[in-house]
C-alpha cells in the first residue's frame, strides 16, 4: 500500500507527470496551471515539519502489515510468510538504492515516475503515472474494506455502513484544507509507531510463556499440520503479491528529494535507514507472527472475514481489553492510510491535470480558495465506491481481491526503477562520464543491481498467479492478479497512438517522406525509448547551498568529538 509521498505528503502538487512531456519543466510545471484553465487558487504549503516527519517515519507501516499479513499466513504458512517477505524486502532494498542514486542526483519531485519517462520512455511514464493514480485510488477502497473486517472482531453488522461513514469522514476532512489532513496523519501515524514498539516487546513475551496457557510456545506452530509451508509452491507463491502490498509506498520515499533540505547527503542516509526499517517493522514482526500465530486460526482469512494477528497476539497476552484496544488502534491504521492515499491519489490527478500538456481533463486542475483540488479529490474518492460491493461479495473476498491489484500496481512502480537506473546509467557512461562521480553510488550494486530488479520483480510478477491458473484456471483471481499489467498495457499504447508525430510538423517532415511521394506519412507506431547519447544529464543536478554545508559539518563535529558525540549518535539515528 501506499506511504507518505513527499510532494502530495507537503501539499504540493505531484510532479510526476511534467515530465511525461519534453516540452515541460521538471521542477515546477505541474505547479502552475494553463494560461487558459479556470480560475483557481494553489496548493498551499500547510505541512509543518513535525507532521512530515511524523508521516515519513510511519509510512511503511499500514493495512497491509496489520492486517494483510494475516491473509499471507493462512495461505501461506510461517515458513513462506517469512521467507517470501524477506526476499521482497531485499528487492525493495536494492530497488531504493538505486533510486536513491538517482534522487539524489536529480532530485525532482517526480521521482521514479520523472526518471521512467527521461530516461526510458515518455509513453511508458505517462503510463505509469496514470497507473499509480489508480494504485492510490483502489487504496483507499481496499482501506475501508479492511475497515469493515476490523469492526468485526466486535460483531459489527452490516459493516460497509461504517465504511460510508469513514468515506465522508475522510472526504470532509480532506475538503477543508491540508492542515486538516496534516494533523489528522499525524496523530494516527504516532498511534502506528508506538504500537508496533509494543506488539515487538509483546510477541516476544508470548513465545516464551507470557500468554493465558502459561506454556512456551517456541517453534511449535511451525510443526503443526499443514505448516510450515501451507499449499505448497502455490501457497509459498502466492504471497508475493501480499507481501508487495505491505511493502507498497516504500519507493515514495524518492519522491520527497524535490523537497528535501540538502538532498545530496541526506537522501542516502534515508535510504540506507529503510533496510533497518524493513528488519524491524516488517521481518522481526512477521517472524513474531509466524511463531505465535498457527496459520489455521479461526477467520485469520476466508471468505467473509478476516483477523488482524496483532490483534490475536494481544489476545494471547490474556487481556480482551488489550486486544479490543489494538484492534481499536488497526481500525485507526487503516483510516490513516485511507486518509494517505486519498490524498496523495488527489495530488497525483492535480498534477496530470495541470501540466503542459496537460495529461487528464482541464477541470481537475480546479482548486478551492484554501488550495484543495476538490474535482480531483472527488474523483479519487469515488473508486472507493468498489468497497461497497463487499456486501455482495464478502468482505474478505474483495479485501483479497484489492491486495492483488495494489500489490501487483506496486511491483509495476519498482519494475520501473529498475528500467529507469538501467538506462540511465547506460547514458551516464556512453557520454563519457564515470559512475564514481555520481554524489551517491552504491557500488556493489554496479554491475547486477539494475538487471537483479527488472529480472526479480518481473518473476514475482508472473510467478505470483501460479495459484490462479494450476491446478485450476480462476478467472476472478488471474484477473485480480494481473489486472493493472492491462490498465498499463492500454495507457501505454493510448498515449503512442495520440501523440504520434504530427506528419506536418517540420522536425519530421524529412523522415516521414518516402522515396517517390508527394506528402508526407503519419506513422500508426513509433519508438519513443530515450537516446542514451543525447538525453540531457546536466538539468535538475543539484548543488549543495553554502548553508547546507555549514548544516553538516556541524553535524560531523558532533559526531566525531566532544563529550556529548555518543549522545548525538543516537539522536541523529532515531530521527
Known sequence: MPVAHGPQARGEPSEMSPLLSDSSSSS?????????????????????????????????????????????????????????????????????????????????????????TRFFSPSYGFALSWNYWFNDAVSMAGDLTAAQLVLQFWGVERAWIASLVFWVFLVTTNSINVKAYGELEYWLSLLKV?????????????????????????????????????????????????ASFAYGGTESLGITAGETKNPSKNMPRVVKFVFWRIMLFYILSILLIGLNVPWNYPNLSNREAATSPFTIVFKQAGSHAAASFINAVILTSVLSAGNHALFAGTRVLYGLATVEPRQAPRFLGWTTRQGVPLPALLLTSSISALCFGSSFVGSGELWGWIQNIIGVSNQLAWLSI????????????????????????????????????????????????????????????????????????????????????????????????????????????YSDLVDTKTVDLQRDQYDEEEEERTADEKRDRRLESGRLRYFWKVWYWVV
Open 28 to 116: 515546477g510545471a505541474a505547479s502552475d496551471a494553463p494560461r487558459d484553465a479556470p480560475p483557481t487558487g494553489r496548493l498551499h504549503r500547510g505541512l509543518s515539519a513535525r507532521q512530515v516527519q511524523m508521516i515519513a517515519i510511519s509510512g511503511t507501516i499500514g493495512t497491509g502489515l496489520f492486517l494483510g499479513t494475516g491473509k499471507s499466513l493462512a495461505e501461506g504458512g510461517p515458513a513462506s510468510i517469512l521467507i517470501a517477505y524477506a526476499i521482497v524486502g531485499f528487492i525493495i532494498y536494492v530497488t531504493l538504492l538505486l533510486l536513491g542514486e538517482m534522487a539524489t542526483q536529480y532530485p525532482v519531485a517526480g521521482s521514479f515516475t520523472a526518471y521512467a
Open 194 to 242: 508506538l504500537t508496533i514498539i509494543v506488539f515487538i516487546i509483546l510477541g516476544i513475551l508470548v513465545n516464551v510463556g507470557v500468554n493465558t496457557d502459561h506454556h512456551y510456545i517456541g517453534g511449535h506452530n511451525w510443526h503443526i499440520p499443514g505448516a510450515p509451508f501451507v499449499g505448497g509452491f502455490g501457497g509459498f507463491a502466492k504471497v508475493f503479491v501480499t
Open 418 to 525: 529498475g528500467l529507469a537506473s538501467w538506462r540511465f546509467r547506460k547514458a551516464w557512461q556512453k557520454q563519457g562520464r564515470k559512475l564514481e562521480e555520481l554524489k551517491f553510488h552504491p557500488a556493489w550494486t554496479r554491475h547486477w543491481g539494475h538487471y537483479f530488479v527488472i529480472v526479480a520483480v518481473a518473476f514475482l510478477i508472473i510467478v505470483q498467479g501460479w495459484s490462479s491458473v494450476i491446478p485450476h484456471f480462476s478467472t476472478v483471481d488471474f484477473f485480480s492478479m494481473y489486472l493493472e499489467i492491462f490498465v498499463m498495457i492500454g495507457m501505454f499504447i493510448l498515449y503512442m497512438i495520440i501523440r504520434r508525430p504530427d506528419p506536418l510538423d517540420p522536425a519530421r517532415l524529412g523522415a516521414d517522406v518516402a522515396e517517390g511521394e508527394t506528402r508526407p506519412r503519419r506513422r500508426i507506431w
